[in-house]
């Protein structure tokens, strides 16, 4: 689409109008910074971008797409970094549009339970700002203490309390975006309603930096649950957990995190010596659950301890305060760097199953090990049925690629989805077509072409050329 030597040739224009536009500090060519500027947290290939823009404000940003524009460079938005499907990695060179330095709230409404920010603040700490003032950001990705919110609007991101509060897009009010071209729009509203035309922000939530880049964001806010309490559930067989969780759901409880991790996660965390893990423990429940009224929590957490146990759990552990809740958690806050520890090579997808079919998923994804001689553990947010899938190997010739594509015809087969949260960006690009049909991508690109004609806007990503 795209050849390297003509971008090459575009971008030496463009970074001498850009940095009499801009300010030459802003604009940046050093091989060891565009280093850090290559590669995401996927396991996609990093590709060196020619130049990268330190963006400091929405003119810059604009600025940057106008010229680009003109140029044919290509340019690919970027945030912490912290994705997984590849979506920041410049796979055709040109500029990486950096927006980590837009990181300000700009205005809190405790009255109407919203806030407008920059997309380069740090969701983690978005998140404490919000609850010093008795509110609450419910999403929470796992890397909340690094990833931005632009990233995670753009990505839709989720995380274990979407169960009961749902995903990023469920929190975003409107949003302000450049085009490519320069062109800024504000789509959205400030109010919990309102139905004017298309929904152009849900549009965007989820679009990967293909349609726009965000230079402000209105996010919905609620008040801060006053009682929380978090259990840890050993089960002596997934199955058994399966049925617990299966329970939990059916009793018409809605706990803010419900978390599985299967028996190969409970060996790798066994070894680690995490607490709760016995000899007789072959699958993990992790449990939280919210709301303003201590009587309400106890009581849901004591219906949700006694389906447990009639599940077949023999223990218990119940914390209500930080430090002791802490340690509940450690078993899933070491689980993914302990399952990468146990081999060479690890690939994680993130896949979504109706919760009715997660036995028939978990028994596909042994038939799968089996078949392949690797090890594919899984675990994740068995609330809504979002479960990360990894495949661990040591063989440095073996091709990941067929794994891959058995665990999402097997998801699709149980009317699932191939991601939940990542996204398609690089990684998942080729298995679009096994999920949607060809007439509906096309209507989506269709909507790429119409507000990005010449295809420069993170161009290489989520459709196949």
């Keep these: 689409m795209f050849e390297r030597s003509k971008i090459t040739q575009a971008c030496e224009q463009f970074a001498l109008r850009l940095q009499r536009t801009i300010g030459d500090s802003r604009v940046i060519d050093d091989p060891d910074i565009l280093e850090q500027y290559a590669t995401d947290k996927s396991h996609c290939e990093g590709v060196f971008p020619h130049l990268a823009v330190r963006a400091r404000n929405e003119q810059e940003i604009a600025a940057v797409l106008r010229l680009a524009s003109e140029y044919g460079v290509p340019v690919v938005p970027r945030g912490a970094g912290t994705g997984k499907s590849g979506g920041a990695i410049p796979f055709y060179g040109g500029v990486v549009l950096d927006t980590t330095r837009l990181k300000s709230i700009v205005e809190i409404d405790k009255e109407n339970l919203l806030a407008v920010v920059q997309p380069g603040v740090i969701t983690g700490e978005f998140q404490a700002q919000m609850e010093s003032e008795g509110l609450f950001y419910p999403p929470d990705p796992n890397s909340l203490e690094s990833c931005t919110l632009g990233g995670n609007v753009a990505h839709n991101a989720g995380g274990p309390r979407a169960f009961k509060y749902g995903v990023t897009r469920e929190y975003v009010l409107g949003v302000r975006a450049a085009l490519m071209g320069g ?59 399966g049925m617990a969780i299966a329970k939990i759901v059916a009793g018409g409880l809605v706990p803010r995190v419900l978390e599985f991790m299967d028996g190969v996660v409970v060996d790798v965390l066994r070894q680690k010596g995490i607490a709760g893990v016995s000899k007789s423990t ?23 301890a006694e389906l447990c146990e009639n599940s077949g759990a023999e223990e218990i552990f119940v914390a209500k305060h930080g430090g002791d ?76 690629s067929a794994v891959v594509r058995d665990i999402f015809e097997l998801t699709l087969s149980l009317r699932g989805t191939i991601t939940g949260e990542h996204g398609v960006g690089l990684s998942k690009k080729p298995y679009l077509p096994l999920e949607q049909s060809a007439n509906l991508i096309g209507v989506q690109q269709a909507i790429k072409r119409a507000l990005d004609p010449s295809g420069l806007l993170n161009p290489g990503k989520i459709f196949t050329e």
Excluded: C
């Design 183 to 241: 062109e800024l729009i504000s789509p959205g509203k400030r109010t919990v309603k309102g139905v004017a035309g298309y929904d152009v922000t849900a549009l965007m939530v989820g679009s990967e930096g293909t349609l726009g880049v965000f230079t402000e964001i209105t996010l919905k806010l609620v008040r801060t649950p006053t009682e929380l309490s978090t259990l840890l559930i050993p089960m002596p067989s997934e199955e058994a957990a």
């Design 282 to 304: 072959h699958a993990l429940i992790l449990a939280e659950i919210d709301g303003n009224s201590e009587m309400h929590v106890e009581r849901e957490v004591l219906q949700l």
């Design 325 to 400: 809740r802490e340690k509940l958690w450690a078993a899933r806050r070491v689980m993914s760097d302990a399952l990468a520890e146990t081999a060479k090579h690890k690939v994680s997808e993130d896949i979504v199953v109706p919760r009715s079919e997660a036995p028939r998923l978990l028994a596909g994804l042994k038939k799968i090990s089996k078949h392949y001689g690797v090890s594919v553990p899984s675990y994740g947010h068995a609330g809504d049925g979002n479960y990360h899938v990894n495949v661990l190997w040591d063989d440095d010739g073996f091709e990941p």
